[in-house]
Structures are given as structure tokens and as C-alpha cells.
């Protein structure tokens, strides 16, 4: 019988561990930072700045992170007599941490200088790393229209797929979230301004290493 009620209590117990750790994982407050799980399905057509902004908010809301204002970070350039946007300008001041309470960045200024943002590091709002070069598929092309010091890049070549709304012809300039590519050039290495895609379409955004993912920042 004491082995009975023995064996009910460590069960009990048992249960009891795993609903605080289910709900631990569920609730993430704290995080301010994260590469998203997914892109728009459209690939650089995310529906503008707000259709973007939107992603990051619904991914961050289902992860238990919805009290925060969230904002992708993305650049856009002029268009129709409308100023361009730097992506270093929408994501507030920091710090940031990532979803196991990492600190990316303490500032907007160390963000875009020594930064702690990895493959380890760069993980999605569910917890996830995100394949990096090397991995089967590779998906560290992170998109954000963005030069290093986090501004949008003038010139008449298109570096945001037409303000993200296209998913054809264009291109993005990309980030590699892992910071690695097949050499050690300095751009290869660059979270938020490595090189260009081959379009805006989905299949363009893979040939890369992508799939159209955002990284996405808590302003608040």
C-alpha cells in the first residue's frame, strides 16, 4: 500500500515538473529578440513595413510574448515622395534578449558595432536555432534591405523588393544569422548586411539560404 501511495506521489510530482516547464516555455515576457520561425510565404513580398511588423507580432503573441510592441527590422527607401525608413530606427532602444534571456545587444550603437547575435545566439521565438551555412537546408539569409550601420541603401539597384511588396523580380539585401559563409569576407560575416538575393520570390530567397525569415526586435 506505502509503495502504492509511493509510486502516485513521484507521478504527481512528475506531472506537476513537466506543467511548469510546459508553461515556463509557453510565457516568454522577457524576450525582445528573435529571428522568425517563418516568412510571409510570399518571400519578399511581406505586405510593406506593417504586413511585417504584423508577422513578428503574431509569432511573438503565440510565443507567450504579446506585451510588447514588435517591430522587423527592415529598411526602406524612397518611393513616391515618401522618405525612406532605417531599420535602426524602428526597433527602440534595447537591451535585447533573445528567448532564453541572452542579451543580443544592450543598444541601438552596440547592435550595430560588437554584437552578441550567433547562430546560438539568433534563435526563433519558439527556441529554435536557425540552419546555418553548412546545414541541410541552409537558412541564415534573414532579410533587411539594411547597410551595416542598420540604414537603407541608396542607388537605383533595389535592395528591399520594392519596399517589401514584391515576390518576383527585385532583390533584398540579406543578414546571415549565423555570420558564416564559404569564405571569411567581412560582408559574409555581417548579421544584417551580407550580400543580395537572387530575386523576391520564394524559390529565389532559398537558392541563397533563405526563406524570406525576419528578425524581429520588441521596441518596448
Same mark, same amino acid.
Given at each position: 500500500?506505502?509503495?502504492?501511495?509511493?509510486?502516485?506521489?513521484?507521478? %504527481?510530482?512528475?506531472?506537476?515538473?513537466?506543467?511548469?516547464?510546459?508553461? =515556463?516555455?509557453?510565457?516568454?515576457?522577457?524576450?525582445?529578440?528573435?529571428? @522568425? @520561425? *517563418?516568412?510571409?510565404?510570399?518571400?519578399?513580398?511581406?505586405?510593406?513595413?506593417?504586413?511585417?511588423?504584423?508577422?513578428?507580432?503574431?509569432?511573438?503573441?503565440?510565443?507567450?510574448?504579446?506585451?510588447?510592441?514588435?517591430?522587423?527590422?527592415?529598411?526602406?527607401?524612397?518611393?513616391?515622395?515618401?522618405?525612406?525608413?532605417?531599420?535602426?530606427?524602428?526597433?527602440? %532602444?534595447?537591451?535585447?534578449?533573445?528567448?532564453?534571456?541572452?542579451?543580443?545587444?544592450?543598444?541601438?550603437?552596440?547592435?550595430?558595432?560588437?554584437?552578441?547575435? =550567433?547562430?546560438?545566439?539568433?534563435?526563433?521565438?519558439?527556441?529554435?536555432?536557425?540552419?546555418?551555412?553548412?546545414? *541541410?537546408?541552409?537558412? /541564415?539569409?534573414?532579410?533587411?534591405? =539594411?547597410?551595416?550601420?542598420?540604414?537603407?541603401?541608396?542607388?537605383?539597384?533595389? *535592395? *528591399?523588393?520594392?519596399?517589401?511588396?514584391?515576390?518576383?523580380?527585385?532583390?533584398?539585401?540579406?543578414? /546571415? @544569422?549565423?555570420?558564416?559563409?564559404?569564405?571569411? =569576407?567581412?560582408?559574409?560575416?555581417?548579421?544584417?548586411?551580407? /550580400?543580395?538575393?537572387?530575386?523576391?520570390?520564394?524559390?529565389?530567397?532559398?537558392?541563397?539560404?533563405?526563406?524570406?525569415?525576419?528578425?524581429?526586435?520588441?521596441?518596448?
Amino acid at each position: 500500500m506505502r509503495r502504492s501511495n509511493y509510486a502516485l506521489f513521484s507521478a %504527481a510530482i512528475a506531472v506537476a515538473v513537466a506543467l511548469v516547464a510546459c508553461s =515556463s516555455m509557453a510565457m516568454r515576457p522577457d524576450m525582445t529578440f528573435f529571428v @522568425s @520561425s *517563418t516568412g510571409s510565404g510570399k518571400g519578399g513580398d511581406l505586405g510593406g513595413l506593417a504586413g511585417a511588423d504584423r508577422l513578428c507580432s503574431s509569432l511573438a503573441t503565440a510565443a507567450g510574448a504579446g506585451n510588447h510592441a514588435w517591430h522587423a527590422y527592415l529598411s526602406t527607401v524612397s518611393s513616391a515622395g515618401s522618405p525612406g525608413v532605417n531599420a535602426r530606427d524602428r526597433i527602440g %532602444a534595447g537591451p535585447w534578449r533573445n528567448v532564453k534571456g541572452v542579451v543580443i545587444a544592450q543598444n541601438v550603437t552596440e547592435l550595430h558595432a560588437v554584437n552578441n547575435i =550567433s547562430k546560438q545566439t539568433a534563435l526563433t521565438e519558439k527556441g529554435e536555432v536557425v540552419n546555418g551555412f553548412g546545414d *541541410t537546408p541552409n537558412m /541564415h539569409d534573414i532579410l533587411t534591405g =539594411s547597410q551595416p550601420d542598420g540604414t537603407s541603401i541608396t542607388g537605383n539597384v533595389d *535592395t *528591399t523588393c520594392g519596399n517589401w511588396t514584391k515576390s518576383g523580380e527585385g532583390a533584398a539585401m540579406l543578414g /546571415h @544569422s549565423d555570420r558564416t559563409g564559404p569564405n571569411d =569576407s567581412a560582408p559574409l560575416k555581417s548579421w544584417n548586411s551580407a /550580400h543580395q538575393s537572387r530575386g523576391c520570390s520564394v524559390e529565389a530567397l532559398k537558392a541563397t539560404g533563405g526563406d524570406g525569415r525576419l528578425y524581429c526586435f520588441a521596441g518596448n
